[in-house]
């Protein structure tokens, strides 16, 4: 079985008078059309299986092909996640609107919440909304916005189970499944059997915040959406801090990562069902079929169901180039709208935040998130109105009790790499 090395491993030496091979950028497809993004992505996908074909046959990588394959990489990429896009703004059109789209159920407390946010002002009458630092609860439907906008961002969200609680911390209880059972005659005694232990497990819990700031005079602008920025403006920032907690955090003023419950890491005896199962790759940069197949199989049947592959682009990027004993890819793009791309069959999740290949390093997880990984939300955006730190600049200190961590371990398994 070939080894698919992440880098080239030597400059070419092979005669540039070989069949044509000249390096262009395919023809954009219109963002807006599914279809035409489709067709495009089957053509990048042959011309990439094509020149791959090429360079597998070469003793040594052929840098004009290298760098053919990493363009037409980049531009599956590229497509795929426009296509991602799309289907997911269709999908939230269907359930009555976009992700920006804000239908306030309580006009005056908006209207109340814009007042503050523009001019510093508070209504008494909606004390409510306000504490003694002069801060506001947000909206609930801006509140909403935030917490849909933040699943289209973050892979963690949209495939993890999420929870909202009024309370700042969240314990679960987990039997050790021992209890005792036997079989009996009709009129036979019926001893005492083992009674089942019960564990309590506390998710991390921590306060993820932004502060955004902005003139008074762009405040003052009539024409601008004070929600609508704010909205925008927090939700990159919430979503690439929680993006690393939920795989890597540490349960210090955070969530537990999802990582670090991989059997050797930081939280692997934390669960009471143990940690996750992982498969040790041969290489530390490079990953085979077999190991991934093993990834799949080590896997209970009964628990594969909504099973998916989680890596970064780079690891994406591996195993596109990987073929099995007959020849075929085993990864394959989605070519129907709605259908994610699939390796040997599951489909694949794009995760910035996984980590690249490398020694010791876990690029890749396999399993059903939702049923592995559990996110808390507390109640609430409460955001914090301050014109004086840092005139003439009005600052919006932005915070949420978010925690998570792995409520089920057998769900999921993972690759880790050779340590050197």
């Known amino acids: ?62 840098v004009i092909l290298t760098e053919k394959i990493e363009k037409i990489d980049a531009s599956m990429n590229e497509i795929t996640s426009a296509l991602e896009k799309a289907q997911a703004d ?27 946010f523009r001019k510093g002002e508070v209504s008494a009458a909606l004390s409510v909304g306000t504490d003694a630092e002069g801060g506001y609860v947000a909206p609930v439907e801006w509140d909403r916005t935030i917490g849909q906008s933040l699943r289209q961002i973050s892979p963690m969200r949209t495939h993890s189970q999420i929870i909202t609680t009024s309370t700042a911390g969240f314990k679960r209880l987990y039997s050790d499944r021992t209890i005792g059972s036997g079989w009996v005659g009709e009129t036979a005694a019926r001893p005492e059997t083992t009674t089942p232990g019960i564990s309590e497990l506390t998710f991390g819990h921590g306060e993820i915040y932004a502060n955004p700031a902005a003139t008074q005079q762009f405040l003052d602008d009539a024409a601008v959406n004070v929600e609508q920025w704010l909205a925008d403006e927090v939700e990159h920032e919430f979503a690439v801090q929680e993006g690393i907690a939920f795989l890597s955090g540490n349960g210090t003023n955070k969530p537990f990562g999802v990582l670090t419950y991989v059997a050797g890491e930081a939280n692997a005896s934390k669960h009471p069902f143990g940690a996750i199962a992982k498969k040790d790759a041969a290489a530390a940069a490079a990953i085979d079929e077999d190991e991934i197949m093993d990834t799949v199989y080590a896997l209970p ?20 180039k990987i073929k099995d004993a007959d020849g075929n890819y085993i990864w394959q793009p989605g070519l129907t709208e709605g259908e994610p791309a699939r390796l040997l069959g599951y489909p694949v999740v794009e995760m910035s935040g996984m980590p690249d290949p490398a020694a010791s390093a876990i690029p890749v997880l396999f399993g059903n998130m939702r049923e592995t990984y559990l996110i808390i939300d507390r109640i609430g955006i409460r955001i914090l109105r301050d014109p004086y730190t840092n005139k003439p600049f009005v600052h919006f200190y932005t915070t949420k009790r978010v925690g998570g961590g792995v409520q089920n371990p057998e769900y999921m398994r993972a690759i880790k790499m050779a340590a050197s």
């Open 1 to 62: 079985m070939k080894k698919i090395a992440l880098a080239s491993t030597a400059l070419a030496s092979l005669s540039l008078a070989t069949a044509p091979r000249a390096v262009h950028a395919a023809p954009r497809a219109d963002a807006s059309d599914p279809k035409q993004m489709l067709a495009e992505l089957k053509t990048s996908f042959e011309e990439f299986k094509k020149a791959n074909d090429e360079n597998l046959k070469a003793k040594v990588d052929d």
């Open 90 to 116: 269709l999908a939230a059109a269907k359930l009555g609107g976009t992700p920006g789209d804000m239908q306030p159920t309580d006009p005056e407390y908006v209207q109340a919440f814009n007042a503050h």
């Open 301 to 320: 049947s009964e628990r594969r169901m909504g099973a998916q592959f989680f890596m970064n682009l780079t690891t994406l990027a591996m195993v596109r």
